[in-house]
Nanobody, 130 residues
Framework: EVQLVESGGGLVKSGGSLRLSCAAS????????IGWFRQAPGKEREGVSC????????YYGDSVKGRFGISSDNAKTTTYLQMDSLEPEDTAVYYC???????????????????????WGKGTLVTVSS
């Protein structure tokens, strides 16, 4: 059984930083991907970032480029999302998700209809105060 557990959310002031972690179990890190997604109250889910677990290539949504960084420690089967220069608009529940194929993560990142990640965590709340 695949389990993804997010941690690291909390309350931070505008301009501050947080690092989210996603600990995976039952999911073999290889030629596949982990992604971060977020959903703010009253808004649709938004793709934040994906990382190819094989080559480490990272991809970002337009709203977080230059501010967020994704990385993965394959030995620990843990993926991280470093969030800097946080803004109140970044307030959301952040979800970690896994895809058996990297293309699925990339398509989901772009919001392609009908494309789903294979596994999801339960989310961690990030609140950015002004």
């Amino acid at each position: 059984e695949v389990q993804l557990v997010e941690s690291g959310g909390g309350l931070v002031k505008s301009g501050g930083s947080l690092r989210l972690s996603c600990a995976a179990s039952g999911f073999t890190f290889g030629d596949n991907a982990i992604g971060w997604f977020r959903q703010a109250p009253g808004k649709e889910r938004e793709g934040v970032s994906c990382i190819n677990l094989s080559d480490g290539n990272a991809y970002y949504g337009d709203s977080v480029k230059g501010r967020f960084g994704i990385s993965s420690d394959n030995a620990k089967t843990t993926t991280y999302l470093q969030m800097d220069s946080l803004e109140p608009e970044d307030t959301a529940v952040y979800y970690c998700a896994a895809a058996n194929f990297t293309w699925r993560c990339l398509m989901a990142l772009r919001g392609a209809p009908g494309v789903a990640m294979d596994y999801w965590g339960k989310g961690t709340l990030v609140t950015v105060s002004s």
